[in-house]
């Protein structure tokens, strides 16, 4: 994806800026998970790629996934490459850049949410090529206007996010950081010192998409990063049913919930999207 110039974003319902060094979970991604912790349930972040099915659907079916049930909702940034997605998302991105979807229409669509009032955290989901040809400085400002609380750079190791890091933290924007299985002990205790928000758990080895079962050894694997962090823990990749969400309850924070949404696009009319979407985000709540 190409860098371009940045109209001057309209005002927005901002995160406020906060000074390095400040609480790992201020912000409207921690205040709303401890707010979801003390009701006693299991937070759910589901998944939209921005302009796909087509431009425009994310402003639609948001506030129905959210309306259903979801607590948070992350935004997919079409790229090229995407190299942790399984085949649903690649197709769901392959699509929206056949539309021409770019980053700048992916904090449009930031900005639409919030003037059409939506209050919940919103995250990116975002290669880092597209960050760095805007200019990480400029792109950390551009989304805290639009009112992005959340960025996920799923191919930028902690080790080199020096810079991001600098530009997200005064901008109030929170990096979430992946961890895996395989993670060493040192790649956690790096991720610990770097994360905002919430430590992201990839439930297994290997790309995003719908599972029928999670790993037996996931509740091994949240504990030993439980030694590293008291951030709140989301689990992705493979959640696609109540009953992996009610599996969650008590090991995790969070369940990220997306292959299985476009899953659901892909298989019924555009014109019961919203209908069908808050059902099965009511399905996923009932489990929570």
Known sequence: MNSEELEVAEPGVCPQPR???????AGRIGETLARVKAEGRLALIGWQ?????????????VPA????????IELGVPFSDPQADGATVQHASHVALQHGTTLRDCLR???NLRKASV???LLFMSYYNPVLAMGVERFAGEAASAGLDGLIVPDLPPEEAGELLEALEPAGIDPIFLVAPTSTDDRLERVAERARGFVYCVSLTGVTGARQELSASL?????????FTDLPLAVGFGISRPEHVA???????????????I???TKTPRDEHAVRLREFAASLRAAA
């Open 109 to 111: 669509t930031v900005r």
């Open 19 to 25: 000074a390095a060094g400040g609480s790992k979970t």
């Open 119 to 121: 209050a919940a955290p």
């Open 65 to 72: 996934l959210l309306e259903g049930g979801f607590d948070l």
């Open 49 to 61: 790629t921005v302009g796909f099915p087509e431009p425009g659907a994310a402003e639609r079916l």
């Open 247 to 261: 599996v969650l309850r008590g090991r995790a924070d969070a369940a990220v919930v997306g292959s299985a949404i």
């Open 263 to 265: 899953d659901l696009m």
């Open 219 to 227: 509740p091994d694997y949240l504990a030993r990063v439980r030694r």
